[in-house]
């Protein structure tokens, strides 16, 4: 104790004993630290061997100038990673057969080099054309979440009781939507649909859902269709012999006249007002459903957080397996672009590029009608009223980029079709019904699908409107599309309707909404029935995908659609029918349609 004391003593004095040019501050007192002395091991030279190596490659990159500083195989946990991947896919296809201790022992010793039965097997298998599903599937790391429920309380934060209503009415939700793409003869999720026969207990739906055929197969949409010199060069078929009438907003089929008068028409399906109604309300008690879209939430939220998860554990390898697969990366993957409209479907700078070109090749072509005096104008005219020069033209000038200032905003995005915010250039370019007939409309969208097709890998599904103003649409539709050959392998075609019923009404263009509808659906009925009665319009729908119904969604509807709603051909009022009026005879009057086409 006493030698202690001595010591501590002995530090006490050299804690109080200053530098000789040290100024000490009265609330501190520096100390003297020691560190300890370094013990040279093996792992040193490793480090300095991994730090040189590391040193070595960022001063060659520097060097480099074309070459990209962040490349993933350049680090050797990557060709380690991808080394011990292919080792434990050879192991466990060639040695599970033979004794798995030796197996186990010859993938623990042959790291770093495979042995030269793994070569040989490794190239069998290179050769093989047919592999299993899982042969050459990653071994990730998988992510498990255990744990017992806890006082009724699921793992994802909802009562065991909220958990199971909200189970509920997901699957009645999805019930209810497999109930109308099957109706109208639409492909559903084969995954889903095969969870869902377990629980469909409807006798309805299940008598309803067994009367269809088997669903379209990769053999009805091959990957690379048959090419032909002329795709509209097709026989056109003789046509049936029926009557068709729209009564109360919906088409109708009758075999003969006499059952047009007896009102007896043939038995297509279709959803009942009353059906759909009932549907709708549920759906709109389903998306108020505080405890449901609780559960929606945080199931979401589990799943986003496990994906990143599974990113962070698994990112190597997914890169590592990627990098394996021949001639496949982001631009030699199928890509099909959607909602699209056709309009928009060249950039600006392709727009700009084309009316510059027309305006040097074509000046002296009438291509419109000045609507107050009546008189043809030529291209160069039209520039000329706009005090405009092919020089003055300028993408900034164009302005027909949809920038964050269109968001929420339908007006500032319509107003974007309009180039140099003149309707004329819009009506001169990308028009298809228009007093030149859509001929410039239809060379732009050509070189578009010039340059989808030198892609290969790219397809679209461009979107063309039909107003319902008139019964000749279809007509000059079609014809503008064969008589300009506009067709790419890569390309169909998706029709929208927009909802514009209130502006023809107060123009005095219709008289009720069910002009409207008949404008719309009886070319599609009469050319089913007798395709020689309108043979453009038969090859043209062909290469139609679908339907689809577009207006500003945002806007308030002061309206509600229920059974006392005023029927099509009673809708007189100036204003807009609700959205899901347009909805459901849209998709009646689909459904028939294809019941019918069948």
């Known amino acids: 104790m006493a030698e202690r004391s001595e010591r501590m003593d002995g530090r006490d004095d050299d804690l109080k004993r200053p530098a000789q040019d040290e100024i000490l501050s009265p609330t501190f007192a520096p100390t003297k630290l020691k560190f300890p002395n370094h013990i040279h091991t093996e792992m040193d030279e490793k480090f300095q061997q991994l730090a040189d190596t590391i040193l070595s490659r960022s001063t060659e990159i520097i060097g480099k100038e074309g070459s990209a500083p962040y490349e993933i195989p350049e680090y050797p946990i990557v060709e380690n990673e991808r080394k011990f991947y292919f080792e434990k896919q050879l192991s466990s296809r060639f040695f599970n057969t033979g004794d798995q201790a030796s197996a186990d022992h010859e993938r623990n010793n042959s790291v770093g080099k495979p042995s030269a039965m793994d070569s040989e097997s490794y190239q069998r298998m290179s050769s093989t054309d047919v592999y299993d599903e899982y042969d050459l599937a990653p071994d990730f790391q998988r992510i498990y979440i255990a744990g017992q429920e806890i006082s009724g309380i699921s793992s994802l934060g909802v009562p065991l009781h909220d958990l199971k209503e909200a189970s509920k009415s997901l699957v009645q939700a999805l019930m209810i939507r497999e109930k109308y793409m099957a109706m109208s003869h639409q492909s559903f999720p084969k995954i889903t649909a095969r969870f869902l026969q377990n629980l469909e207990d409807n006798e309805e739906f299940q008598g309803m859902k067994e009367g269809f055929g088997k669903g379209s197969t990769v053999s009805d949409h091959p990957f690379h269709p048959p090419k032909k010199e002329d795709p509209f060069d097709i026989e056109v078929p003789m046509g049936v012999e029926c009557s068709l009438k729209m009564v109360q907003g919906l088409m109708y089929v009758y075999e003969n ?111 419109c009608k000045d609507k107050k005096s009546g008189k043809e104008m030529t291209l160069a005219e039209v520039f000329d009223s706009m005090a405009l020069k092919p020089y003055d033209l300028s993408v900034d000038k164009l302005d027909v980029h949809a920038d964050r200032n269109t968001f929420h905003r339908f007006d500032k995005f319509n107003a974007k079709y309009n180039p140099i915010g003149e309707s004329r250039l819009r009506e001169i370019f990308i028009k298809t019904d228009n007093y030149i007939n859509g001929k410039y409309f239809g060379h732009v969208i050509k070189e578009v699908m010039e340059d989808l097709g030198e892609s290969k890998y790219q397809n679209a599904e461009y979107r063309l409107s039909i107003y319902g103003r008139s019964r000749d649409e279809w007509d000059k539709l079609a014809y503008w599309a064969i008589e300009n050959k506009i067709y790419s392998d890569n390309v169909r075609w998706m029709i929208q309707i927009p909802r514009l019923y209130d502006i023809y009404k107060s123009a005095k263009i219709v008289k009720n909404f069910q002009e409207i509808l008949e404008n719309i659906f009886m070319p599609l009925f009469e050319v089913t029935r007798n395709p020689q009665s309108h043979p453009e319009l038969h090859k043209f729908l062909i290469y139609v995908s679908g339907f689809d119904s577009v207006d500003d969604e945002s806007k308030t509807e002061h309206i509600k659609f229920d059974l006392e709603t005023p029927l099509p051909e009673d809708w007189c009022q100036d204003e807009n029918p609700p959205y899901s009026y347009y909805l459901y005879y849209m998709y009646a009057n689909i459904t028939v349609l294809n019941q019918f086409r069948r």
């Open 257 to 367: 006249e006499e059952a047009v008068k007896n009102n007896t028409p043939l038995e297509l399906p279709y959803v009942q007002p009353k059906t759909f109604l009932a549907d709708q309300n549920i759906m709109y008690a389903l998306i108020s459903d505080g405890p449901l879209k609780s559960f929606c939430y945080r199931r979401l939220s589990y799943l986003s957080s496990k994906y990143q998860l599974h990113t962070l554990m698994n990112e190597l390898k997914e890169s590592a397996a990627q990098k394996e697969v021949p001639h496949r990366d982001f631009y030699n993957i199928r890509k099909v672009d959607t909602h699209v409209h056709a309009s928009s479907c060249m950039n600006q700078k392709h727009l700009l590029r084309f009316i510059k070109k027309k305006m040097k090749t074509c000046s002296d072509e009438v291509v």
